[in-house]
């Protein structure tokens, strides 16, 4: 009974939506070790809403290839798990008014 535990928790830690958020905590992690966040949010605040667009990508386009494949891996990884999201919210049955 053990070992059906044991591969029932293995599927269970590999399965594509865990696989989904290993891959954007860990480039969440990256990005904060090679990034000072709260200067970029400083600066941010310092830009005001009209120009946080060009500062955002400014601030990608100059930053290291480092930071920027893992702003990559994370942006795919958020938008598949968006998109587990809304597969699993389709399948709940709604109500009938």
Known sequence: MATVRLIYFGRLLMSRTALESYFLALSLLGIASFVSVPHVLQNLSQVGVGGSALFLTTAI?????????????????????????????????????
Request: with cysteine; proline share 3%; charged share 15%.
């Open 61 to 97: 386009a100059k930053t290291k290839l480092l930071v920027q494949g893992a702003l990559f891996i994370a942006a795919v990884a958020f938008l598949a798990l968006l998109m587990d999201i809304c597969k699993a919210l389709q399948r709940i049955p709604r109500l009938a008014h």
